[in-house]
């Protein structure tokens, strides 16, 4: 029985959601207990209300689909413990990532390499000066201005500047990824994992657990070898766990970007072997963050010496690692509730029916 094992979808506990027996981790069901930031009900109605002032989605959709792509439940069961402000601003900028997602693959489905390039560099720029951009016409760059502005304001300009560089980099791997998919390259297996964390933008959402703590990290805590380890695997299992859920989804779409796709292409596996080789993959991550998270903790205690400092910081690495251990459960459920991966309830499988096939922001 699934430790949490009821939709948040419609608000109701009496949806039971069935996990197909390829896709079930007995251990995450067992093992990491689902929790939900109390702030949720009012999160899911503010970033919808969000999404429609930003012009990111049609009203139509989203009427129709937006509570049920769970893009709130996925935050709400990360960032446990956040200020509410601070969970609407991180919900809202994730909201805005999935559209950003839509709008990149739509752009390549169709051959918008014009379009691509002009919202990269102009994405690049809002990022650098959100204030001066919140009024851009592609409602993409103004929604991005919107959502690092409300980022940038809870913690000092260090951590703004690390938040900037490392999603500057987000960008240019998107960059790669539509260069691989326009000319039909897969990825060899190494190089797609090192892709795979900065499109899946490993180090943003571990960025965003500071914010959540209330307290910017050192670097000699965020880069000691267990924080460090910890944090990269509560990360890989989500990439790798997105890329077994949705691999339907992407053979159908003639994907190239996929764990999976790069096992059978590269590693000569039948596709069947390659699912087994994924799965094989994600069970051994689970398996290693466990003993990660005992070394995170013990190092936890270290920090915790006689000095306010001291406390206070090995509190915040407490909470962050709770969090890191959240997002497997977030994720998993996320997974089976989101619209996002229900293909077989698709008009056309290789066509999401939540995304909008227009440029948005070229009239």
């Given at each position: 029985m699934p430790a949490f094992p009821y939709s948040t979808t419609y608000g109701t506990t009496s949806t039971v959601i069935a996990v197909p027996p390829s896709l079930s981790l007995r251990v995450i069901e067992a093992a990491f207990p689902r929790k939900l930031h109390e702030y949720w009900p009012k999160l899911q109605e503010k970033t919808r209300t969000w999404l429609l002032e930003k012009r990111l989605m049609p009203a139509d959709k989203v009427a129709e689909y937006a509570d049920g792509l769970c893009y709130t439940d996925l935050?709400?069961?990360?960032?446990?413990?956040?200020?509410?402000?601070?969970?609407?601003a991180i919900a809202d900028y994730s909201a805005w990532f999935f559209v950003w997602d839509d709008r990149h693959d739509r752009d390549i489905v169709h051959g918008r390499s014009a379009d691509w390039r002009r919202l990269r560099f102009r994405l690049h720029a809002a990022l650098d000066s959100p204030e001066d951009h919140l009024h851009h016409g592609d409602p993409l760059v103004a929604g991005l201005a919107d959502s690092v502005r409300r980022l940038y304001s809870f913690l000092p300009g260090t951590w703004n500047a690390r938040f900037a560089r490392h999603f500057h980099e987000v960008i240019e791997a998107y960059d790669r990824e539509f260069r691989n998919r326009t000319q039909g390259i897969?990825?060899?297996?190494?190089?797609?994992?090192?892709?795979?964390?900065?499109?899946?933008?490993?180090?943003?959402?571990?960025?965003?657990?500071?914010?959540?703590?209330g307290c910017e990290l050192p670097d000699a805590v965020r880069k000691h070898p267990a924080y460090?380890?910890?944090?990269?695997?509560?990360?890989?299992?989500?990439?790798?766990?997105?890329?077994?859920?949705?691999?339907?989804?992407?053979i159908a779409g003639d994907e190239v970007h996929n764990l999976g796709i790069s096992l059978?292409?590269?590693?000569?596996?039948?596709?069947?072997?390659?699912?087994?080789?994924l799965r094989r993959r994600i069970?051994?991550?689970?398996?290693?963050?466990?003993?990660?998270?005992?070394?995170?903790?013990?190092?936890a205690?270290?920090?915790?010496?006689?000095?306010?400092?001291?406390?206070?910081?090995?509190?915040?690495v407490r909470a962050c690692l709770g969090n890191?251990?959240?997002?497997?459960?977030?994720?998993?459920?996320?997974?089976?509730?989101?619209g996002r991966y229900m293909v077989d309830s698709w008009d056309d499988r290789s066509t999401p029916p939540y995304v909008n096939n227009e440029a948005a922001g070229e009239k």
């Amino acid at each position: 029985m699934p430790a949490f094992p009821y939709s948040t979808t419609y608000g109701t506990t009496s949806t039971v959601i069935a996990v197909p027996p390829s896709l079930s981790l007995r251990v995450i069901e067992a093992a990491f207990p689902r929790k939900l930031h109390e702030y949720w009900p009012k999160l899911q109605e503010k970033t919808r209300t969000w999404l429609l002032e930003k012009r990111l989605m049609p009203a139509d959709k989203v009427a129709e689909y937006a509570d049920g792509l769970c893009y709130t439940d996925l935050m709400a069961g990360y960032y446990i413990g956040a200020p509410d402000e601070v969970l609407q601003a991180i919900a809202d900028y994730s909201a805005w990532f999935f559209v950003w997602d839509d709008r990149h693959d739509r752009d390549i489905v169709h051959g918008r390499s014009a379009d691509w390039r002009r919202l990269r560099f102009r994405l690049h720029a809002a990022l650098d000066s959100p204030e001066d951009h919140l009024h851009h016409g592609d409602p993409l760059v103004a929604g991005l201005a919107d959502s690092v502005r409300r980022l940038y304001s809870f913690l000092p300009g260090t951590w703004n500047a690390r938040f900037a560089r490392h999603f500057h980099e987000v960008i240019e791997a998107y960059d790669r990824e539509f260069r691989n998919r326009t000319q039909g390259i897969v990825p060899t297996v190494e190089g797609y994992l090192a892709l795979r964390r900065l499109t899946f933008a490993h180090w943003i959402w571990t960025d965003l657990l500071e914010p959540s703590a209330g307290c910017e990290l050192p670097d000699a805590v965020r880069k000691h070898p267990a924080y460090r380890r910890a944090a990269l695997l509560s990360q890989e299992f989500a990439a790798w766990y997105n890329d077994l859920c949705s691999l339907p989804k992407e053979i159908a779409g003639d994907e190239v970007h996929n764990l999976g796709i790069s096992l059978v292409t590269h590693e000569g596996l039948t596709l069947e072997e390659a699912v087994e080789e994924l799965r094989r993959r994600i069970e051994e991550c689970i398996s290693e963050f466990l003993a990660a998270e005992r070394d995170a903790l013990r190092f936890a205690d270290e920090l915790a010496d006689d000095t306010v400092r001291g406390k206070e910081l090995s509190v915040a690495v407490r909470a962050c690692l709770g969090n890191m251990r959240n997002w497997f459960s977030s994720v998993y459920w996320f997974h089976h509730e989101s619209g996002r991966y229900m293909v077989d309830s698709w008009d056309d499988r290789s066509t999401p029916p939540y995304v909008n096939n227009e440029a948005a922001g070229e009239k």
